[in-house]
């Protein structure tokens, strides 16, 4: 049996977008407010220095896994960090892809991803350092 609403239709339904305006965060300090892009930059930061699973305040769906890269090689890293940012920037409903455009080594344990945001506010370049990971 199918569920019946009564008075409403799918075509009544409003699907809103709520902005993404939120507070600038600098050294762990409120100093303003921030919208559309660089919000969305923010956003990226803090689901990346977020280990997935670590923290009961967040859903099991937020954050990144960079624990798995531990003693693993290099290559490993480069050869399946796509998926892994993919997946952690796919919670946030304003990305719409991700696409890793380098890693390079940094040091004897870490790495530097660059790659490519799209969003709903348009596209644009991103690096991100991963000291201590390998």
Known sequence: MIPQVSGTTIDQVE????????????????????????????AIMHIWSTERYDYPIYSDNYGIELRKYKGRSFSYLKDTIQKTLSDAMGQDDRITDV??????????????????????KGAFNMEVSANGVL
């Open 15 to 42: 699907v809103v977008q709520y902005p993404s305006y939120t507070y600038r965060v600098i050294d762990n300090q409120i100093v303003g407010n921030i919208d559309g892009t660089e919000a969305i930059q923010q």
């Open 99 to 120: 696409n890793v455009t380098g890693v390079e080594k940094s040091g004897k344990d870490g790495a530097v991803i660059k790659f490519t945001v799209t969003c709903d």
